[in-house]
């Protein structure tokens, strides 16, 4: 089960709710993230990536992860190792470039960036 499939879609949702965030539907997909989140931290258990070795699964996920941040749906405290892998990915080059870009526009544009990506390297 990839991101795109499983945790993309409550994502998704949450843009269309962040005026109501209390809604029952927005309040079923952080739930779902949450839920998503404690899945990947397991997979977290015996490797740096998610697939063992750094992949298009990282990239996808955290792709995924950064936009869940930004609708309402953040990372916690209870996930320790997804937080770890996070900044492990973020601190990657080619990532920099793109998430520096991305916060660039974000930013142009008055919409919020995820606090992550200003304390990476």
Request: without cysteine.
């Amino acid at each position: 089960m990839t991101s795109d499939e499983v945790f993309f879609p409550p994502v998704v949702r949450l843009m269309s709710l962040q005026d109501r965030l209390d809604d029952p539907a927005a309040v079923a997909a952080k739930t779902a993230s949450a839920q998503y989140y404690m899945r990947m931290e397991h997979r977290l258990t015996q490797a740096d990536y998610l697939a063992a070795t750094y992949s298009y699964m990282d990239i996808a996920f955290y792709m995924a992860q950064f936009f869940a941040e930004r609708m309402s749906a953040p990372m916690t405290d209870a996930t320790p190792r997804l937080l770890a892998w996070r900044e492990r990915v973020t601190a990657r080059p080619a990532v920099q470039q793109v998430i520096g870009a991305m916060a660039a526009f974000l930013t142009a544009h008055g919409r919020a960036v995820p606090a992550f990506v200003h304390r990476s390297p």
